[in-house]
């Protein structure tokens, strides 16, 4: 998971021991690194995604590691009933969830002039809508285990008022807002929620899709550290507030880019 320095040298946090964690978007990129942090940290894991290969590939993998085998289902997360279904069903077979990481999302470039009300509500179905329903669906398994963390993933493409895809960076900003009004609702509960913020991750996605020559020499100049951000950085900040060192976190966007906000 690391993209700087050995595993060894990274944080233990005792307490995300024997955790249960729900991810969405789990099968690769941020989600993947997600996913096997917390693995590796004693945690059982339970994801959705889309692509079954992939997931399938990455329980396998940790399992072999010898750490918690994660459990993986196939979900489309824009069909609320079905990711209701599904986290009400794992919670009866693992137990109920200490932390939800709403990971999931798709940043698919697209011009003003080619939105359609059916491209907005599809973007929408992905990027926002699942974060609150599936907050809902384990708010009640984590008032009875008297507290828990909710982890929103926004993005700094609107921080930085960028554009090519005013959709996506509309949903993500939401993020903030979504988190504020939970974390106030949900800390009678004990229940923290607070955004994480990557900036421009080098997943295999981006990489192949997005990234050239001027993308690097962009980095270069925004980013105040000139190494590459990598999903390993942003696990590491969703371990941390999952984690009980940070108890008294919530309501708070905690933004990994490599200074370039």
């Known amino acids: 998971m690391s993209s700087q320095g050995s595993k060894a040298a990274l944080a233990r946090y005792t307490s995300l021991e024997g955790k249960r964690v729900f991810v969405t978007g789990g099968g690769s990129g941020i989600g993947e690194a997600i996913v096997a942090g917390f693995a590796e940290q004693g945690a059982q894991v339970a994801f959705v995604d889309i692509a079954v290969d992939a997931s399938l590939a990455l329980c396998e993998r940790l399992g ?41 999302g798709n940043d698919q470039r697209h011009a003003p002039e080619d939105v359609t009300p059916a491209f907005w509500d599809n973007c929408i179905a992905i990027n926002q809508r699942p974060m609150f329903f599936a907050a809902q669906a384990v708010l009640e398994g984590m008032k009875r285990r008297g507290g828990g963390a909710i982890i929103n993933l926004g993005s700094i493409s609107w921080h930085l008022a960028n554009g090519g895809y005013t959709v996506y960076a509309t949903t993500k900003a939401a993020v903030s807002g979504l988190t504020r009004g939970l974390a106030r609702d949900l800390g009678p509960f004990n229940i923290r929620v607070n955004t994480v913020t990557p900036g421009w991750v080098m997943t295999e996605r981006q990489v192949n899709l997005w990234l050239d020559e001027e993308g690097e020499k962009l980095i270069d100049r925004s980013q105040c550290l000139k190494r590459r951000l990598m999903p390993g950085d942003i696990a590491r900040m969703v371990l941390f507030l ?8 919530t309501a708070q966007e905690f933004i990994v880019d490599g200074g370039w906000a």
């Not at 010898?66 to 009933?81: E, L």
């Not at 999952?242 to 976190?249: E, L, N």
């Open 64 to 104: 072999s590691e010898g750490y918690p085998k994660p459990v993986f289902r196939q979900c489309d997360i824009r069909d609320v009933q079905a990711l209701q279904d599904t986290i009400g069903t794992l919670a009866e077979s693992l137990g109920d969830f200490d932390v939800l990481v709403n990971n999931a």
């Open 242 to 249: 999952a984690s009980d060192d940070a108890a008294m976190c």
